[in-house]
């Protein structure tokens, strides 16, 4: 149910980043039916998250990493006209939570930079990562590198914070669009995975802490 409500809500043209797709046939893209077919029955989502016996918690992990920043690159990519230069000239949660960008190759210190250039390279970011075989690899019988959680940590940690900033300074705008209620569900569905797995430090989820259901919810 969570997918179509989105894609009535948001405009699919305006995602932030192209979709990235599972190959049909693969392992990956049955878990994948299965996440998806257990969203849509209406189970808790607390269950939903869930490991299914005898998975790998590595391919459902991928699963799910792959599909928040579709559904977050969607989110964003709809009401980004609403995060400008002007409006948030710095990423931050409110004014106790600022943002920096480091990466590896542009910015190897952290640099300070406005909300949507600061959304720019998160999404590329993540685009190359999950788009490199030696991350998360696709061919049967590639192993996951050993460092592949400890990648999947860093990149739904900075997930989170669009999450912050959408909540914080552009909640007015989600109400506007009558989103209200799917970007908690995928807010709820993010909060208790990442829970489920100890895959975001509990430092990082202060900005929200009072509202794991959402705003509103």
């Known amino acids: 149910m969570m997918a179509l409500c989105l894609k009535q809500v948001f405009n699919k043209d305006k995602t932030f980043r192209p979709r990235k797709k599972f190959e049909p046939g693969t392992q990956r893209f049955e878990l994948y039916k299965k996440a998806q077919a257990s969203l849509k029955s209406g189970l808790d989502l607390k269950a939903v998250v869930q490991l299914p016996p005898g998975e790998s918690i590595n391919d459902w992990i991928a699963v799910h990493v792959v599909d928040f920043f579709n559904r977050i690159n969607l989110i964003y990519g709809t009401m980004s006209e609403y995060c400008t230069e002007k409006s948030c000239p710095i ?65 739904l940690t900075r997930l989170f914070r669009v999450f912050v900033h959408v909540y914080i300074h552009h909640f007015d705008s989600i109400i506007n669009m009558g989103a209200e209620a799917h970007v ?32 509103g919810g």
Request: with cysteine; glycine share 4%; aromatic share 16%.
């Open 184 to 215: 908690n569900t995928c807010y709820k569905h993010f909060y208790y995975f990442i829970r489920e797995f100890s895959l975001v430090d509990h430092r990082e989820l202060e900005p929200l802490v009072r509202m794991p259901q959402g705003r």
């Open 91 to 155: 990423m931050s949660g409110g004014l106790k939570y600022e943002y920096r960008w480091q990466d590896d190759s542009k910015y190897k210190k952290p640099t300070k930079l406005s909300a949507p250039q600061y959304m720019c390279m998160l999404m590329d970011w993540i685009e190359m990562l999950i788009n490199n075989e030696d991350i998360f690899p696709t061919r049967i019988g590639v192993p996951f590198p050993r460092q592949f959680q400890q990648v999947c940590t860093k990149i």
